[in-house]
């Protein structure tokens, strides 16, 4: 008679279908990166400065472009149309209401007249703001 030989099961994980789902994932966060990218491109003035502390809330950060058009960013989101200097302390004044800690920061170019800087600080002070920073980029090593 002819016997047969009883297989062992094998009992080895597939990891091939893990793979693919990855490296699909992979691809739309690297196409999707540079999109994400927030804020309005302006030449920070250089400085040493402080950095916010790594657990304080991400900034509300108020931008004044090149063109001297003013701009607003909350944590993750970005409003990409210019705003006028009333709306922009409007729309800070109601986010420090709801969140009073939250630091604000203003990021203007460094072509920018320094008027334009200080008016849109006096203005979010006058919103409610209790502390406005300055963003500047690092000194470049020579």
Do not use: C, H, W
């Amino acid at each position: 008679m002819y016997q047969r030989k009883r297989r062992r099961p094998v009992a080895e994980i597939n990891v091939v279908p893990y793979i693919d789902v990855m490296l699909v994932l992979l691809i739309i966060f690297m196409v999707t990166a540079p999109i994400v990218s927030q804020g309005v491109k302006v030449e920070l003035p250089q400085g040493n400065a402080e950095t916010l502390p790594p657990d304080s809330k991400p900034p509300i950060v108020a931008s004044i472009d090149a063109a001297g058009e003013y701009f607003l960013n909350v944590g993750s989101s970005s409003n990409s149309s210019a705003m006028d200097l009333e709306q922009v302390s409007t729309e800070v004044g109601a986010l420090i209401q709801l969140e009073p800690l939250r630091p604000v920061v203003v990021k203007a170019d460094r072509s920018i007249p320094y008027e334009s800087v200080i008016q849109l600080m006096i203005s979010l002070q006058g919103a409610g703001v209790p502390a406005v920073g300055l963003m500047t980029d690092s000194p470049k090593e020579k």
